[in-house]
RNA sequence: UGGGGGAUCGUCUAGUGGUAGGACUCCAGACUCUGGAUCUGGGUACCUAGGUUCGAAUCCUAGUCCCCCAGCCA
């Protein structure tokens, strides 16, 4: 190998980890795990954290990163996640060989682990109720009282836990608790719980189990089971460390990873909390956990997001301490970066403006050259049908054009993108309404595109489809799901849906694509140039009715401009 | 008012005693058969107040503000 010249450790993460490999603390391996808990689904938070640990194990030579289900409370959590989990980590890109583990592989590890503490007088069994107990741990400036049965005799405890096991007792009739500190100004080290009464059936453990630990016990040693070196976990758990290192040093097991805590991923004007989004769902503000207005990664996919885009959007968004709020702008930067290399451009209009062209033989129709990605020549060229009505958009005509205004007007000539230069000699509106519904315009022959005179400028070029040929579309345009930007300043009650953008869908059913998409395939990702970058909706198109999402627009100076000119 | 964390451009994020840098956004311009892309240029930041030092975002002192914790959730 090569003398690596060291880069500079990109976050205070990596920082500890290049520090460890250095001092061999962990005897030079590197083991991260991504823990989710198969309750609800990913979303792009979760990637933080993905390409946090699987980056960090990737970055180094021997680096693992596990994939593990942290299912320990069978009440919430379902198969249906695991699978639904497990797609989207593939999806996004991640691969975690042969090592998908689950917390209940090793209920019965953790089973022996606290008869261990039990037998050390570590931990007791408590048959205080759920709300005594709540009441014994005093407040965040009264200390804990200790539990009357926090004395009971090692065999008593072990008794009560057996029979705890085989199911002796009703949900919440008993508890095993940690015995650390009922004064400790941390609550999580006054007697936290470690296991709970829960006759439930198991998704994978069936009716094996009716108990379950909890968090703060399970995870630490499920960390140290696997041999985990750095357990990466978000700001909240950072009072649970103490906990976390309390319960490895009493099990004395043989390994002791290092929790660090990094700040979770906000992102402005929408919600990443589970409950939030599950309410979005259910009280039917979004169509499903794949409506591709939400954050989830089933929703980014169906938007049209690429795993390479939310990757490098997570890459470059940085790991630290403190609370942020990263702007959708950054995710939709990467998004267009990605696509403006990748996706093959074509035309649409959204908001068809019949034009007819006057001068135009009848029934000719001419197969015009147009570029497939201009950022990519080996993506070639195609043709595209040219005839004497087509369809531009409502928006590139203006009966009185504003100043900066470089479109279709009256008495204006404006290039037909990869076709001829037209102007606008006759307007037809509507009698009742006065709203423009057709166009007549005159083209120049001797302008065609790659044609000797085709040097001739104008100062725009407008697409549009053929009428004759276009194919029918609807379009869904979206927009942020929140009105403010923080996240956080939403209301939590109920009334948070008055944040909620009510324009965040509008659906488009006059829209008419280029013939070319009739074969495109679900998912697919396409620019409509001058438009945005849009997919064909992997549920709802079908060969007769094509539905696209758009994923995001393209940068629209022109849209500032105006903004601009209507705030002076 | 207990404990644990955190404060650097509009937004993220570097910088760990020596010119406060990058990305996104924004602004201006060039180029353009996408008002896209690209290119060029520009602006804006160290929470406050003291102190140490030749020199402080960094060290010290005192404040201020923000986040998290009282599940048998994770």
């Known amino acids: 190998m090569t003398t690596p010249d060291t880069p500079a450790p990109a976050d205070f993460i990596r920082a500890i980890v290049a520090q460890d490999l250095r001092t061999n603390k962990h ?6 795990r991504f823990p989710p808990e198969p309750n609800g689904y990913l979303h792009i938070g979760h990637a933080k954290s993905m390409c946090l640990n699987f980056g960090i ?3 180094h030579e021997g680096g693992l990163c596990n994939l593990r289900f942290d299912d320990t409370n069978p009440s919430t959590e379902d198969v249906e996640y695991v699978e639904a989990v497990k797609s989207d980590v593939r999806w996004l890109g991640f691969d975690w060989g042969d090592r998908l583990f689950y917390a209940s592989d090793y209920f019965e590890q953790l089973y022996q682990y606290a008869v261990q503490l039990i037998k050390k007088g570590k931990a007791y069994v408590d048959s205080l109720s759920a709300e005594e107990i709540r ?7 009264k ?18 836990f057996q029979r705890m096991r085989t199911g002796e007792f009703e949900d919440g009739a008993h508890v095993l608790r940690a015995k650390i500190n009922m004064a400790s100004p941390n609550i999580n080290l006054r007697d936290p719980t470690l296991y709970r009464i829960r006759r439930v059936a198991h998704h994978r453990t069936g009716d094996k189990w009716c108990i379950y630990p909890t968090y703060d016990y399970a995870h630490p040693l499920s960390d140290s089971i696997e041999g985990i070196t750095h357990s990466l976990c978000t700001l909240e758990f950072e009072d649970h460390r103490p906990l976390y290192d309390w319960v490895l040093d009493e099990t004395e097991v043989e390994c002791h990873p290092q929790q660090i805590e990094f700040a979770r991923l906000n992102l402005s004007h929408t919600m990443m909390s589970k409950r939030k989004l599950l309410e979005l769902v259910e009280q039917g503000h979004v169509t499903g956990w794949d409506d591709p207005r939400l954050p989830t990664l ?33 995710l939709e930067h990467f998004i267009r970066e990605d696509l403006n290399r990748r996706a093959p451009r074509v035309m649409a209009v959204l908001r068809p403006l019949r034009v007819v062209i006057d001068n135009y033989p009848e029934a000719q129709v001419e197969k015009l050259e147009a ?4 950022e990519d020549p080996t993506m070639g060229t195609r043709k595209v049908p040219f005839s004497r009505v087509v369809y531009i958009e409502q928006e590139d005509f203006r009966e009185d054009p504003p100043s900066k205004f470089f479109r279709l007007a009256p008495g204006r000539e404006v290039r037909l993108r990869y076709a001829y230069i037209i102007k606008c000699v006759g307007v037809v509106k509507d009698e009742r309404t006065g709203e423009v519904v057709e166009l007549h315009c005159t083209y120049d022959p001797e ?3 790659g044609s000797s005179q085709a040097g001739r400028k104008v100062k725009s070029t407008v697409h549009w489809v053929s009428a004759a040929h276009a194919l029918q579309a609807e379009v869904r345009l979206y927009d942020s799901l929140l009105l403010q930007a923080n996240p956080s300043e939403t209301p939590e009650d109920q009334d948070y849906r008055a944040s909620l953008n009510p324009n965040s869908l509008q659906t488009l059913t006059a829209c008419r694509v280029e013939p070319s998409l009739a074969s495109a395939a679900p998912g697919s990702r396409y620019q409509f140039e001058r438009l945005g970058y849009f997919c064909v909706d992997a549920v709802d198109s079908s060969p007769h009715v094509l539905v696209f999402n758009r994923t995001v627009p393209l940068r629209d100076t022109w ?9 002076r």
């Open 27 to 32: 005897g030079g391996r590197v083991h991260t």
């Open 135 to 141: 009441d014994y741990r005093g407040t965040l400036t």
């Open 57 to 59: 194990a990737n970055e």
């Open 447 to 449: 302008t065609r595109s």
């Open 143 to 160: 200390p804990g009282k200790e539990s009357p049965y926090r004395t009971r005799s090692v065999e008593d405890n072990l008794d009560l």
């Open 371 to 374: 570029v497939n990605n201009p």
């Open 298 to 330: 089933m929703g980014l996919r169906r938007r049209g997001y690429t795993p390479a885009a939310i990757r490098n959007f997570c890459d470059h968004i940085g790991v630290a301490k403190r609370d942020a709020v990263v702007e959708m702008a950054l």
């Open 559 to 567: 849209a500032k401009i105006e903004k601009a000119q209507q705030g």
